[in-house]
Every structure is written in structure tokens, then in C-alpha cells.
């Protein structure tokens, strides 16, 4: 298994053999721990459900806390699904740890976006909106919407103002800089989706 999940801790800085400085997001990775097994022969695909982050029984309802109690395990706040090549090789209750991802030089990570809230054309799509005279009457307001008789309506997909970020994203590619296994910590080059504590989703990386 090359997948592990974790929370942005948040961003620093540090110095590279050649001294370089060097920006990383910090990432509490793990432990992870095996909730249930799928395979071809009873599910119709090999994958692996994972738990993360223990929470109170009494925070969860109680069809998924039925699960939690039937496998004799504590419930967890994240559940996260990761296919994988052989799903009998997995035991329930078996834990991972940050060091899944040791021989892994790049990784892709996947998070919730920042919600920026009602945002207009300028921030949003980065329009060049209108002039700044006290007389124009149009400063930051969207503009024209489409022809008048034809077609008589905006047509999709319009650049218009909007909801913002709190979207799930995924940036690829990303360097892992170095991992603290005591500490369960993972040093990724460059920035992530999400602000801190964020819950965010390790993998290693497609394009690497």
C-alpha cells in the first residue's frame, strides 16, 4: 500500500544540503488502520477501507458505530477507500504507519480547498473589470452577458460571481522532502490544498 492519510500541520522553511532554502508543508501522516477488506470474490474489486483519526462513540451515529463495535475497533472520524492489487493480503485492525511512503520520492495530495466565500468576476476569474473614474458607473461588476436577440439568454458556462475555494483539489507531483517515522511526519516540497489542520490524502504520485 502506497497511500496514507494525514493533517497539514502548516508551512515553514528549511535548508538543503547545498543551502538552499527550501519551502515545506508539514504533514502529521498516519497511523492509519485497516476498517474493512474488499475483494473481487465478494465485492466484485480488490481495495481496503481506512480509518483515521479516533473519534467518540457517542460524535458517531449508530449504524457506523455497529460496524466499528462488530470488527472490535474504536471508530475513526475519516474513512477513506484505497484500491489495491490483492485485497486478502489485509487483515482487519492491521495499522500503517508514515513509512509506507519511505522508497516514495513524489506524491500526489489531495485536500479541501480554502473557502473564500460569494467572490465577484475580479477575484474569482481574474477580470480585468472597468475604469476606476469617479463618473464610469462600472468598476468591478462582470460586464456584458451575450448578444440581446440572439440568443436571447447568457449562454453557459459564463465567468460570473460565485462561491469560491472549499472545493476538493489535488496537487501532483509533489517532492517529499524528508519523513520523521517517530514522529509519524512527512516534509513535502511546495504547498497543499487546505488550511491547517486540514485533512489531507497521501498517495504516491502518477506522474513520479
Given at each position: 500500500?502506497?497511500?496514507?492519510?494525514?493533517?497539514?500541520?502548516?508551512?515553514?522553511?528549511?535548508?538543503?544540503?547545498?543551502?538552499?532554502?527550501?519551502?515545506?508543508?508539514?504533514?502529521?501522516?498516519?497511523?492509519?488502520?485497516?476498517?474493512?477488506?474488499?475483494?473481487?470474490?465478494?465485492?466484485?474489486?480488490?481495495?481496503?477501507?481506512?480509518?483515521?483519526?479516533?473519534?467518540?462513540?457517542?460524535?458517531?451515529?449508530?449504524?457506523?458505530?455497529?460496524?466499528?463495535?462488530?470488527?472490535?475497533?474504536?471508530?475513526?472520524?475519516?474513512l477513506?477507500?484505497?484500491?489495491v492489487?490483492?485485497?486478502?493480503?489485509?487483515?482487519?485492525?492491521?495499522?500503517?504507519?508514515?513509512d509506507?511512503?519511505?522508497?516514495?520520492?513524489?506524491?500526489?495530495?489531495?485536500?479541501?480547498?480554502?473557502?473564500?466565500?460569494?467572490?465577484?468576476?475580479?477575484?474569482?476569474?481574474?477580470?480585468?473589470?472597468?475604469?476606476?473614474?469617479?463618473?464610469?458607473?462600472f468598476?468591478?461588476?462582470?460586464?456584458?452577458?451575450?448578444?440581446?436577440?440572439?440568443p436571447?439568454?447568457?449562454?453557459?458556462?459564463?465567468?460570473?460571481?460565485?462561491?469560491?475555494?472549499?472545493?476538493?483539489s489535488?496537487?501532483?507531483?509533489?517532492?517529499?522532502?524528508?519523513?520523521?517515522?517517530?514522529?509519524?511526519?512527512?516534509?513535502?516540497?511546495?504547498?497543499?490544498?487546505?488550511?491547517?489542520?486540514?485533512?489531507?490524502f497521501i498517495?504516491?504520485?502518477?506522474?513520479?
Open positions: 500500500m502506497q497511500t496514507i492519510i494525514g493533517t497539514k500541520i502548516g508551512m515553514t522553511q528549511i535548508f538543503g544540503e547545498d543551502g538552499r532554502w527550501i519551502p515545506v508543508t508539514v504533514i502529521q501522516a498516519g497511523p492509519v488502520q485497516v476498517i474493512r477488506t474488499k475483494t473481487k470474490a465478494s465485492d466484485g474489486y480488490d481495495a481496503i477501507q481506512l480509518g483515521y483519526a479516533e473519534q467518540k462513540p457517542k460524535l458517531v451515529n449508530k449504524a457506523l458505530l455497529g460496524q466499528f463495535t462488530k470488527r472490535g475497533l474504536k471508530p475513526f472520524r475519516v477513506h477507500e484505497v484500491r492489487e490483492d485485497g486478502s493480503k489485509f487483515e482487519v485492525g492491521q495499522t500503517f504507519k508514515v509506507v511512503l519511505n522508497d516514495i520520492a513524489w506524491v500526489d495530495i489531495t485536500g479541501t480547498s480554502k473557502g473564500k466565500g460569494f467572490q465577484g468576476v475580479m477575484k474569482r476569474h481574474n477580470s480585468k473589470g472597468g475604469p476606476n473614474g469617479h463618473g464610469s458607473m468598476h468591478r461588476a462582470p460586464g456584458s452577458m451575450g448578444a440581446s436577440s440572439t436571447s439568454r447568457t449562454l453557459k458556462a459564463r465567468k460570473l460571481p460565485g462561491q469560491m475555494g472549499n472545493v476538493r489535488t496537487m501532483q507531483k509533489l517532492k517529499v522532502v524528508s519523513i520523521d517515522v517517530e514522529k509519524d511526519l512527512i516534509l513535502v516540497r511546495g504547498a497543499v490544498p487546505g488550511g491547517k489542520r486540514g485533512i489531507v498517495n504516491k504520485s502518477k506522474k513520479g
